[in-house]
């Protein structure tokens, strides 16, 4: 026992100790983590087709464990026996394997094997009608002490339920505490140490019963030599398993377990056995007296304290840790406290002249519905002219080409050459005039802009700030992998940050497209009036190099 408590000590030192946080957090989101058989509902999660994310992928637990088994019988149990050794000693321990089926219940085989004692402290004559108890001890006055060495293996399946990993209040913990119920297949064999080595009946009439219980243990252990050389009776009469018993039981626990690190955990847990067999402990109970015996019997039941040490088995790139560790509320929550995936509706603030500028915000209230602004509601006058771009019929008049006129127009003749080319093509003056612009270059695996890509998307945006009808299509290539399909996304966002950020390009002129057959170093620009998304979340965030 002592040994026991020292174990018991240790962990609860180790389980006090201030260690960060190891509850279960994950990112729903992360495709590496599904099954190939849930990816379909996966994708229907994360393109808002279904409320429910995919069950990710989850670990496998091995535990070994030791700890001290007992029998809750008619027989005192004993910690110690006669004899030296492992036998002498009451010990079990075993593995385990444990899966979870969900976040609250989990399956667990395991196979043990138990080495349990029995030591009375007082004689007695229930012989138990054994053949060779009675023939040793009925016709003296000696009385019998009951003494006993179980052993067991113990295979179990068993089906855990956690109790406190759904907390509707914090993240999961390092705790979880959980019931256990399932079926044992009780194998075991009982033996009684009944003579000595010479095969003569012990003088248990020399114990001085007047001692306390541990003396007269004490003194019993000096006198019985620990040979158990004598099977007991079964309650069939007839071993099942060679000389070993079979019971099919049912057995039922608790414990809980400690998380000591992102892989690692030590438990504690109490299961109960029950046999639905009496002779157990290989006795039986015996009230009244000698002439009119009264023989009772129930069940023998054994317990089993223990301490694990336990291993989460699987790739933690591919795998989270066992469902029970997690907490599946957290990714609700945290969607509610900084969404990342939820459809939430715009934002409508006033704008009564609907220039895409908030009134509150806007210096020029009345303009004309259309008409291009500043980031100040003001209408724009992108050559300066004085005439406002919603007017101007040429947005870009040389400055020796002014004055202009009511429309904008400079004093300059058109170029013939120009003005037969934008007529060929039915191009009208307020549309947008530009189409193929130069593409951008990456190097292998970079999502880096060089120089010359910097200059490149510099003069881009002089071009888009010339033609306000303008939006700008960055289009990447690579759609042959996760890999690809999250470098290409990559690729993209870099260009439009650096447009948006640096150039101060708005972001409705930008549209976003990635993931599209083509070389995959290569980010296409061309210049368009179509409609398009100006965000897109990450296909792959695990893969994601810009965060």
Same mark, same amino acid.
């Given at each position: 026992m002592?040994?026991?408590?020292?174990?018991?000590v240790?962990?609860c030192f180790l389980?006090?100790?201030?260690?960060?946080?190891?509850?279960?957090?994950?990112?729903?989101?992360?495709?590496?983590?599904?099954?190939?058989?849930n990816?379909?509902?996966q994708?229907?999660?994360?393109?808002?087709?279904?409320?429910f994310?995919?069950k990710?992928?989850d670990m496998?637990q091995?535990?070994?464990?030791?700890?001290?088994?007992?029998?809750?019988g008619?027989?005192?149990?004993?910690?110690?026996?006669?004899?030296s050794?492992l036998g002498s000693i009451?010990?079990?321990?075993g593995?385990s394997l444990?899966?979870?089926?969900?976040?609250?219940?989990s399956?667990?085989?395991?196979?043990?094997?138990?080495n349990?004692?029995?030591?009375?402290?007082?004689?007695?004559r229930n012989?138990?009608?054994?053949p060779f108890?009675e023939?040793n001890?009925?016709?003296?006055?000696?009385?019998?002490?009951h003494?006993?060495?179980?052993?067991?293996?113990?295979?179990?399946?068993?089906?855990?339920?956690?109790?406190?990993?759904i907390m509707?209040?914090?993240k999961q913990?390092?705790?979880?505490?959980?019931?256990?119920?399932?079926?044992?297949?009780f194998?075991?064999?009982t033996?009684?140490?009944?003579?000595?080595?010479?095969?003569?009946?012990?003088?248990?009439?020399?114990?001085?019963?007047?001692?306390?219980r541990?003396?007269?243990?004490?003194?019993?252990?000096?006198?019985?030599?620990g040979?158990?050389?004598?099977l007991?009776?079964t309650?069939?009469?007839?071993?099942e398993?060679?000389?070993?018993?079979?019971?099919?039981?049912?057995s039922?626990?608790?414990?809980?377990?400690?998380?000591?690190?992102k892989?690692?955990?030590?438990?504690?847990?109490y299961?109960?056995i029950?046999?639905?067999?009496?002779?157990?402990d290989?006795?039986?109970?015996?009230s009244g007296?000698l002439? $009119?015996?009264v023989f009772?019997?129930?069940?023998d039941?054994?317990?089993f304290?223990?301490?694990? +040490?336990?291993?989460n088995?699987?790739?933690s790139?591919?795998r989270?840790?066992?469902?029970?560790?997690?907490?599946?509320?957290?990714?609700?929550?945290?969607?509610?406290s900084?969404?990342k995936?939820?459809?939430?509706?715009?934002?409508?603030?006033?704008d009564?002249?609907?220039?895409?500028?908030?009134?509150?915000?806007?210096l020029?209230?009345?303009?004309?519905p259309g008409a291009?602004?500043?980031?100040?509601? +003001?209408?724009?006058?992108t050559?300066g002219?004085g005439?406002?771009?919603?007017r101007?019929k040429?947005?870009?008049?040389?400055?020796?080409?002014?004055?202009?006129?009511?429309d904008?127009?400079?004093?300059?003749?058109?170029?013939?050459?120009?003005?037969?080319?934008?007529?060929?093509?039915?191009?009208?003056?307020?549309?947008?005039?530009?189409s193929?612009?130069?593409?951008v270059?990456f $190097?292998?695996?970079?999502?880096?802009?060089?120089?010359?890509?910097?200059?490149?998307?510099?003069?881009v945006?002089?071009?888009?700030k010339a033609?306000?009808?303008?939006?700008?299509?960055?289009s990447?290539?690579?759609a042959?992998?996760?890999?690809?399909?999250?470098?290409?996304?990559d690729?993209?966002?870099?260009?439009?940050?650096?447009?948006?950020?640096?150039?101060?390009?708005?972001?409705?002129?930008?549209?976003f497209?990635?993931?599209?057959?083509g070389?995959p170093?290569?980010v296409?620009?061309?210049?368009?009036t179509?409609?398009?998304?100006?965000?897109?979340?990450?296909?792959?965030?695990n893969?994601?190099?810009?965060?």
């Amino acid at each position: 026992m002592r040994k026991v408590f020292t174990l018991l000590v240790i962990f609860c030192f180790l389980a006090s100790q201030n260690f960060a946080q190891l509850g279960g957090t994950h990112n729903y989101l992360d495709t590496s983590y599904i099954a190939p058989r849930n990816l379909s509902q996966q994708q229907d999660f994360l393109n808002n087709n279904s409320n429910f994310p995919a069950k990710p992928r989850d670990m496998w637990q091995l535990g070994v464990f030791v700890g001290l088994p007992f029998v809750d019988g008619d027989g005192p149990m004993a910690v110690k026996g006669a004899g030296s050794g492992l036998g002498s000693i009451a010990w079990g321990g075993g593995i385990s394997l444990r899966k979870a089926i969900g976040y609250v219940v989990s399956i667990r085989g395991s196979l043990a094997y138990y080495n349990m004692l029995g030591l009375d402290y007082q004689r007695n004559r229930n012989y138990n009608n054994h053949p060779f108890i009675e023939q040793n001890y009925l016709t003296s006055a000696r009385g019998y002490i009951h003494n006993y060495h179980t052993t067991a293996i113990v295979p179990s399946v068993e089906a855990l339920v956690s109790l406190n990993n759904i907390m509707f209040h914090n993240k999961q913990g390092r705790w979880n505490l959980y019931a256990l119920a399932g079926y044992t297949a009780f194998a075991y064999k009982t033996k009684m140490d009944v003579v000595d080595a010479a095969g003569a009946p012990y003088p248990f009439q020399n114990i001085d019963v007047s001692l306390k219980r541990s003396d007269i243990r004490g003194q019993l252990r000096d006198m019985l030599d620990g040979d158990y050389e004598t099977l007991a009776l079964t309650n069939d009469r007839r071993p099942e398993l060679g000389s070993y018993n079979l019971r099919h039981s049912f057995s039922a626990g608790a414990g809980i377990e400690y998380r000591i690190a992102k892989k690692t955990s030590l438990g504690v847990e109490y299961k109960r056995i029950q046999t639905r067999d009496d002779y157990v402990d290989g006795w039986f109970r015996q009230s009244g007296d000698l002439v $009119n015996p009264v023989f009772t019997s129930e069940w023998d039941n054994i317990g089993f304290f223990s301490l694990s +040490v336990n291993q989460n088995l699987g790739n933690s790139k591919k795998r989270v840790p066992p469902l029970w560790w997690m907490n599946p509320l957290e990714f609700a929550y945290s969607e509610l406290s900084n969404p990342k995936h939820m459809k939430l509706p715009k934002v409508k603030l006033d704008d009564a002249d609907g220039d895409g500028v908030t009134d509150q915000f806007d210096l020029e209230p009345n303009t004309p519905p259309g008409a291009p602004v500043d980031t100040h509601g +003001v209408s724009k006058d992108t050559d300066g002219d004085g005439v406002p771009d919603y007017r101007d019929k040429e947005l870009l008049t040389l400055q020796n080409c002014f004055p202009v006129d009511e429309d904008g127009v400079g004093n300059c003749p058109e170029p013939e050459c120009c003005k037969e080319l934008r007529e060929s093509r039915g191009v009208p003056v307020s549309d947008c005039r530009i189409s193929d612009l130069p593409s951008v270059q990456f $190097n292998s695996g970079s999502v880096r802009l060089s120089r010359e890509a910097q200059s490149i998307l510099n003069s881009v945006a002089t071009q888009l700030k010339a033609n306000p009808p303008c939006k700008v299509k960055v289009s990447g290539h690579g759609a042959s992998n996760k890999a690809a399909q999250q470098l290409s996304w990559d690729r993209v966002n870099a260009i439009i940050r650096y447009l948006v950020e640096r150039q101060g390009i708005s972001n409705s002129r930008i549209i976003f497209e990635y993931g599209t057959e083509g070389d995959p170093a290569t980010v296409d620009l061309m210049g368009t009036t179509e409609e398009g998304p100006n965000t897109v979340p990450a296909p792959h965030p695990n893969l994601q190099k810009i965060k």
